[in-house]
Nanobody, 124 residues
Framework: QVQLVESGGGLVQAGGSLRLSCAASGRTFRDYIVAWFRQAPGKEREFVAGIRSAGDLTYYSDSVKGRFTISRDNAKNTVYLHMNSLKPEDTAVYYC?????????????????WGQGTQVTVSS
Protein backbone atom coordinates (compact mmCIF):
# COMPACT_ATOMS: atom_id res chain seq x y z
CA GLN A 1 0.00 0.00 0.00
CA VAL A 2 1.16 3.48 -0.86
CA GLN A 3 -0.42 6.77 0.18
CA LEU A 4 0.36 9.85 -1.89
CA VAL A 5 0.09 13.52 -0.95
CA GLU A 6 0.66 16.29 -3.49
CA SER A 7 1.73 19.82 -2.67
CA GLY A 8 3.18 22.89 -4.35
CA GLY A 9 0.30 24.04 -6.48
CA GLY A 10 -0.79 27.64 -6.68
CA LEU A 11 -1.40 30.66 -8.85
CA VAL A 12 1.37 31.77 -11.21
CA GLN A 13 1.63 34.09 -14.19
CA ALA A 14 2.26 32.76 -17.66
CA GLY A 15 5.96 32.13 -18.17
CA GLY A 16 6.48 31.39 -14.51
CA SER A 17 7.54 28.23 -12.71
CA LEU A 18 6.26 25.90 -10.02
CA ARG A 19 7.54 22.75 -8.39
CA LEU A 20 5.04 20.12 -7.37
CA SER A 21 5.88 17.45 -4.82
CA CYS A 22 4.36 14.02 -4.32
CA ALA A 23 5.21 12.60 -0.90
CA ALA A 24 4.62 8.90 -0.42
CA SER A 25 4.29 6.67 2.59
CA GLY A 26 5.45 3.09 2.54
CA ARG A 27 8.85 1.49 2.80
CA THR A 28 8.68 0.03 -0.71
CA PHE A 29 8.12 3.31 -2.52
CA ARG A 30 11.33 2.77 -4.42
CA ASP A 31 9.67 -0.18 -6.18
CA TYR A 32 6.89 1.95 -7.67
CA ILE A 33 6.73 3.85 -10.90
CA VAL A 34 5.17 7.27 -10.43
CA ALA A 35 3.37 9.50 -12.86
CA TRP A 36 1.80 12.93 -12.88
CA PHE A 37 -1.60 13.43 -14.45
CA ARG A 38 -3.72 16.54 -14.75
CA GLN A 39 -7.37 17.29 -15.21
CA ALA A 40 -8.76 20.58 -16.43
CA PRO A 41 -12.44 21.50 -15.94
CA GLY A 42 -14.64 19.60 -18.36
CA LYS A 43 -11.76 17.50 -19.67
CA GLU A 44 -10.52 13.99 -19.07
CA ARG A 45 -7.57 13.29 -16.83
CA GLU A 46 -4.42 13.13 -18.95
CA PHE A 47 -0.89 11.84 -18.55
CA VAL A 48 1.76 14.51 -18.05
CA ALA A 49 4.98 12.77 -17.04
CA GLY A 50 6.21 9.51 -15.57
CA ILE A 51 9.36 8.08 -14.03
CA ARG A 52 10.56 4.56 -13.49
CA SER A 53 11.24 3.23 -10.00
CA ALA A 54 15.00 3.69 -10.27
CA GLY A 55 14.60 7.11 -11.85
CA ASP A 56 16.59 6.00 -14.87
CA LEU A 57 13.92 6.71 -17.48
CA THR A 58 11.39 9.51 -17.75
CA TYR A 59 8.47 10.07 -20.10
CA TYR A 60 6.51 13.17 -21.04
CA SER A 61 3.44 14.14 -22.99
CA ASP A 62 4.13 16.18 -26.09
CA SER A 63 2.39 19.18 -24.56
CA VAL A 64 4.91 19.52 -21.71
CA LYS A 65 8.08 18.06 -23.20
CA GLY A 66 10.94 20.52 -22.86
CA ARG A 67 9.13 22.57 -20.18
CA PHE A 68 8.45 20.06 -17.38
CA THR A 69 10.91 17.75 -15.63
CA ILE A 70 10.00 14.82 -13.42
CA SER A 71 12.47 13.56 -10.83
CA ARG A 72 12.47 11.46 -7.70
CA ASP A 73 14.36 11.15 -4.43
CA ASN A 74 13.73 7.65 -3.15
CA ALA A 75 15.54 8.41 0.11
CA LYS A 76 12.86 11.03 0.79
CA ASN A 77 10.00 9.02 -0.74
CA THR A 78 9.21 12.01 -2.94
CA VAL A 79 8.66 12.65 -6.63
CA TYR A 80 8.83 16.14 -8.07
CA LEU A 81 7.43 17.85 -11.11
CA HIS A 82 9.37 20.95 -12.09
CA MET A 83 7.22 23.10 -14.34
CA ASN A 84 8.77 25.95 -16.32
CA SER A 85 7.43 28.31 -18.98
CA LEU A 86 3.92 27.73 -17.74
CA LYS A 87 1.00 28.51 -20.02
CA PRO A 88 -2.67 29.20 -19.24
CA GLU A 89 -3.51 25.85 -20.82
CA ASP A 90 -1.49 24.14 -18.08
CA THR A 91 -4.19 25.17 -15.61
CA ALA A 92 -5.58 22.00 -14.02
CA VAL A 93 -5.66 19.86 -10.92
CA TYR A 94 -2.45 17.85 -10.89
CA TYR A 95 -2.43 14.33 -9.47
CA CYS A 96 0.37 11.92 -8.78
CA UNK A 97 -0.21 8.22 -9.21
CA UNK A 98 1.84 5.14 -8.41
CA UNK A 99 1.94 1.58 -9.60
CA UNK A 100 4.24 -1.39 -9.27
CA UNK A 101 5.91 -2.40 -12.50
CA UNK A 102 8.72 -1.75 -14.95
CA UNK A 103 7.00 0.28 -17.64
CA UNK A 104 5.28 3.62 -17.23
CA UNK A 105 1.66 3.43 -18.39
CA UNK A 106 -0.11 6.50 -19.70
CA UNK A 107 -3.65 5.39 -18.95
CA UNK A 108 -5.48 6.39 -15.79
CA UNK A 109 -6.91 2.91 -15.34
CA UNK A 110 -3.47 1.34 -14.98
CA UNK A 111 -2.68 3.06 -11.70
CA UNK A 112 -3.90 1.77 -8.35
CA UNK A 113 -2.76 4.58 -6.06
CA TRP A 114 -3.65 8.26 -6.36
CA GLY A 115 -3.17 11.43 -4.40
CA GLN A 116 -5.88 13.99 -3.74
CA GLY A 117 -4.57 16.50 -6.26
CA THR A 118 -3.19 20.03 -6.14
CA GLN A 119 -4.55 22.97 -8.11
CA VAL A 120 -2.30 24.81 -10.57
CA THR A 121 -3.65 28.01 -12.08
CA VAL A 122 -1.72 29.94 -14.72
CA SER A 123 -2.94 33.46 -15.45
CA SER A 124 -2.38 35.14 -18.80
Amino acid sequence: QVQLVESGGGLVQAGGSLRLSCAASGRTFRDYIVAWFRQAPGKEREFVAGIRSAGDLTYYSDSVKGRFTISRDNAKNTVYLHMNSLKPEDTAVYYCAAQLGLRVPRMVTEYDYWGQGTQVTVSS
